[in-house]
């Protein structure tokens, strides 16, 4: 019952299958992912726990004003923050099913089942493999065009650099919305 959230249709149905007689379940990443899967979770309903390393949720997206907005809509949801924290350890049973998780401040949640949703590293290495640059975040380095490097091969998609749209930072935002515009910039390149 320790499950991931991959880009896999088939999985997530049945792990949505799996999870739903379950009744307390620790979401561990605050991301996009996680606060979505934990909020459809507590409808289910089921006692949901939110665990995230940084300081609030989203923290890698908004600014602490909108971050703290969210978390407070997901409490009013029932669902329990523990921020500002990490796992030290996933406990099971004899059967090898997962009991608790260990928070790092010592704290300890009794759980049934955990996702993993602390999000992914872009696969990349095709690229480095090509000698085309990445940057120190593991992204394929591209223009605003969407163009690497070598001006005939263009990036979309989570592999690809992404700068926030306001402030032109680097951003790990790994999501679909993203991935289409990408897309759309490189096919009009």
């Known amino acids: ?21 379950n009744s307390r379940v620790a979401v561990i990443g605050a991301g996009f992912i996680g ?3 934990a909020d459809q979770l507590r409808k289910i309903p089921m006692e949901v726990y939110l665990v995230e390393v ?15 907005e969210a978390e407070e809509m997901l409490t009013a949801e029932g669902i329990s923050l523990k921020m500002g924290q990490g796992v030290k350890e996933l406990t099971g049973d004899s059967d090898g099913a ?7 401040s010592g704290e300890s949640l009794g759980v049934d089942a955990v996702v993993l949703a602390m999000g992914y590293a872009p696969e990349t290495q095709l690229a480095a493999d090509a000698g085309l640059p990445v940057n120190e975040h593991g992204f394929i380095v591209v223009d605003e065009y969407m163009r690497t490097a070598d001006p005939d091969v263009l990036a979309v998609g989570d592999c690809a650099e992404k700068r926030d ?14 991935a289409c ?9």
């Open 1 to 21: 019952n320790v499950f991931t959230v991959p880009k896999n249709k088939d999985y997530i149905d049945d792990m949505v299958r799996q999870l739903k007689p």
């Open 35 to 37: 606060v979505e899967l």
């Open 54 to 68: 940084l300081p609030h949720i989203l923290g890698t997206a908004f600014d602490e004003e909108i971050a703290r």
């Open 98 to 104: 997962v009991t608790g998780v260990t928070l790092s």
């Open 165 to 178: 749209f306001i402030t032109r930072r680097l951003s790990g935002v790994m999501l679909a919305s993203t």
């Open 181 to 189: 515009a990408e897309a759309r910039v490189a096919a009009m390149n």
